[in-house]
């Protein structure tokens, strides 16, 4: 951990069950046309659309129907042609990753592609983002308190991004009670996703900290709450709980990065669009984690990171003298529990791991694992969860 270290997230902060009865307090300063990008279901975002025309603000839906593909970005951003001042996202990951890319989007020139990452030019944005409000209505992502946009490449099959520091939103507004009408299978695997969120920023090799403490605080939220949230959807204080530890680690993972649990399913949402992130994270994370243990213990100069393992073995077990591997062996069985598929069940051949093991040495996400695979390595991890 360097004594030397940034720390960014979103402007203002709202958190609290009810908090989307305060949504007109954060419209002082936004100009008048905006922006809203929300899912499939646009009922949701009614509130907010009333609450707009009320102050005077001309309001443009924008929905979002799957995760946001460069088709879907460019599409989009012939609504912001009128020229928006600011935009407004409320739903899940994918609409606020929507929402972000449209805002920093509509005010560049040139194209799309000239900004992506990987499959792009990754040019420098010359002009910073529209403001954005983000108000999520999952708790996994924390993508109301990131500074990037993931979207599907459909042509190359992978998943890039866009990635500014003006794309922190102006407004993270987070309801937890917006939460409370998802079925148990996207709480389970929404919940595991926040839990990696955490559990990967802690490790990483860029943690600092405050996201050690941000980390410290989330990881047992979501480690005493999941299970009640996905078994009584209205549970005031588990779904409270769901919504801070998302939010926490959005904050974490923004300053800290991830590791390779991301590295793989970044590269897997790609080539597999429709596979749900959090599901994949779910499935890879046990076996990361093991992975990791033995690589330490054979690595002498490694003995920071396995007191962060250690620290982390004691927050799954909930004493002092936990054992790290009867804590992941526990957290193996217990994330076993909510019985999510393998990574074969959406759609993943055998003969293509290798090429996922590729894609994903490649991504990002790997700056932050705490020790440098190798490409047998990653493909091992893939293998473990096929």
Known sequence: MGSTFEFA????VRFGWGSLGQ????????GEKVLVVCGKH????????????SHGKRATLFQIPHEPDTQLIEEGLTCMAEGMDWVLGMGGGSVLDAAKALAIMAPQPGSLMDYLEVIGHGFAFP??????????????????????????????????SLRHASMLPEVALVDPALTCTLPASMTAATGLDALTQLIEPFLSSRA????DGLARQGIPLILRSLETAVRCPD????????????????MALANAGLGAVHGIAGPLGGMQPS???????????PHSLKQLHGALLEQPSSSACLDKLQSLACMILGHRQASIAEAL?????????FTLPPLRAHGLLRNECALLAEKALASSSMDGHPIKMTLQEVNELVLCAY
């Open 9 to 12: 997230s979103a402007a203002s």
């Open 23 to 30: 949504f007109h307090h954060h419209l002082a300063g936004l």
């Open 42 to 53: 646009s009922k949701r975002v009614e509130p907010c659309l009333e609450v707009l025309q």
């Open 127 to 160: 002009a910073s983002s529209l403001p954005v409000v983000a108000i999520p209505t999952t708790a996994g992502t924390g993508s109301e308190v990131t500074r990037n946009a993931v979207l599907v490449s459909r042509e190359h099959r992978v998943k890039v």
């Open 208 to 211: 600092n900290p405050i996201t």
């Open 235 to 250: 549970h005031r204080q588990a779904r409270t709980d769901m919504a801070m530890g998302s939010l926490l680690g959005g």
């Open 275 to 285: 596979a749900p992130h959090g599901a994949i994270c779910a499935v890879l994370l």
């Open 329 to 337: 062996g526990w957290l193996h069985e217990w994330i076993d529990s």
